[in-house]
């Protein structure tokens, strides 16, 4: 009996094998565990679109549960440029008291005691709290943030060793940015090192983390290590499709297996988008070069509709002739490309094509994809217009 496709190109859906993360969780344990002993490092993530942050922050708060710590999983809401600090810490405090694994009640805990003794509103509970801010009433962020933080802790200090608090997509605060020095000043606020055991853990795409990379930014130093998740070698990609394709009834021939990895570059959701069309194209139990055009076409335009959607249209008929030379010939010299595409001025059109992201120059005269799965999906959404 053929099982259903085991492969899940969805963000964030869990995947069948969570797998080659060795390095990230031992040093997870290792931030873990000098934080239950009070010397605690926040952190950050970073990771291109579907590099797997967010299946790693869920695991991360699995792992935290099989410890006697506490996760506790976010997703950055996006923030607009006119929001208030106060609205700002707000929805820290909130989404916190969200997703942790207690429910706080409104005659014991000491969180909510101290909302209400700020004036401010509880709506709902558990799952659905909120807060009601009085935009007339003046209240000191940063206060506000660090007494909540103590308070949480206060609350559910007795049942666990560590809070850790996960906060995937922190690029979403990209037009608040001051939202990451709010958290940094009371994160080293001596009384939340001194009383609280709490550990934070974000995500974000390294575009968004940028502005904080800069030499000597306090904010980047502060979040540090920036831990990066890049594409798997070919032995994990490998690894990965066998993982996945065990005890399916379908195998797919070492040739496919190669040509995943060559096309993906071990890019993780391109990797189950393509392996889940391939998938579906089995024959017999088996996947084979036979299938390969059919599946590559199926994973295309799911990436399409996914992820590429809009990016076709930003790109002129001379990029596109660069695109078409550099995946029919296989050529990255710009000699090599200058030959068979008769462009004037092509420096000018590669070196948008490298602004843009698609291309990046190697050395001087040679360029590759970023990302070979959009160049040839650039190359086919022309081809059929
Ligand atoms: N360690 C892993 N082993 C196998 N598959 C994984 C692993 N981590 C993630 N995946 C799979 O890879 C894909 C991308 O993962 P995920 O959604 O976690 O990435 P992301 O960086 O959060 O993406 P996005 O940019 O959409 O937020 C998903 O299909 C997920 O199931
Ligand atoms: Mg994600």
């Not at 799952?127 to 000191?140: A, E, G, H, P, R």
């Not at 036979?290 to 001379?318: P, Q, R």
């Amino acid at each position: 009996m053929l099982k259903p496709n085991p492969f899940t190109p969805k963000s964030g859906l869990e995947p069948k094998a969570f797998i080659n993360r060795e390095e990230e969780i031992n040093f997870y344990f290792k931030r873990v565990n000098e934080a239950i002993h009070g010397n605690i490092n926040h952190y950050i993530i970073n990771g291109a679109w579907g590099s797997g942050k967010t299946s790693l922050l869920r695991y991360f708060k699995l792992l935290a549960q099989g410890q006697d710590c506490s996760g506790c999983y976010f997703i950055a809401r996006e923030l607009t440029e006119n929001i208030s600090d106060m609205e700002i810490t707000a929805h820290i405090i909130q989404s916190i008291v969200r997703n942790i694994p207690y429910k706080l009640a409104k005659k014991n805990s000491k969180l909510l005691k101290l909302i209400d003794a700020f004036g401010i509103q509880i709506l709902g509970s558990g799952f659905n709290i909120s807060f009601q801010i009085d935009k007339d009433k003046y209240i000191d962020p940063q206060i506000f943030l660090a007494d909540g933080l103590l308070n949480i802790w206060r609350d559910i200090s007795k049942h666990t060793n560590l809070l850790v608090v996960l906060i995937d997509d922190v690029q979403n605060y990209s037009k608040a940015k001051r939202i990451f020095t709010l958290l940094k000043n009371v994160l080293s606020d001596k009384r939340i090192i001194d009383e609280t055991k709490i550990l934070f853990i974000l995500s974000s795409t390294i575009e968004g983390w940028k502005p904080f990379i800069q030499i000597n930014h306090p904010i980047g130093r502060f979040f540090i290590p920036r831990m990066e998740l890049s594409n798997f070698d070919r032995e994990k990609t490998i690894k990965l499709l066998d993982e996945v394709l065990k005890d399916t009834g379908v195998a797919f021939t070492d040739s496919v297996l190669e040509k995943i990895f060559k096309y993906t570059e071990g890019h993780l959701f391109q990797t189950h988008s393509l392996g889940s069309a391939l998938y579906d194209n089995q024959k017999n139990g088996m996947v084979t070069d036979g299938e390969w055009d059919k599946g590559l076409e199926e994973a295309m335009f799911y990436l399409g509709n996914t992820v590429y959607e809009g990016i076709a249209e930003g790109i002129s008929d001379n990029e596109i002739k660069i695109i078409r030379a550099l995946n029919l010939f296989g050529n990255n010299k710009l000699n090599g490309i200058s030959r068979k595409v008769k462009i004037s001025g092509i420096n000018v059109y590669l070196r948008r094509l490298v602004d843009k992201g698609i291309l990046r120059s190697l050395r001087r005269g040679e360029y590759e994809f970023n990302d070979k799965m959009l160049g040839l999906y650039l190359q086919n959404n022309r081809n059929n217009k």
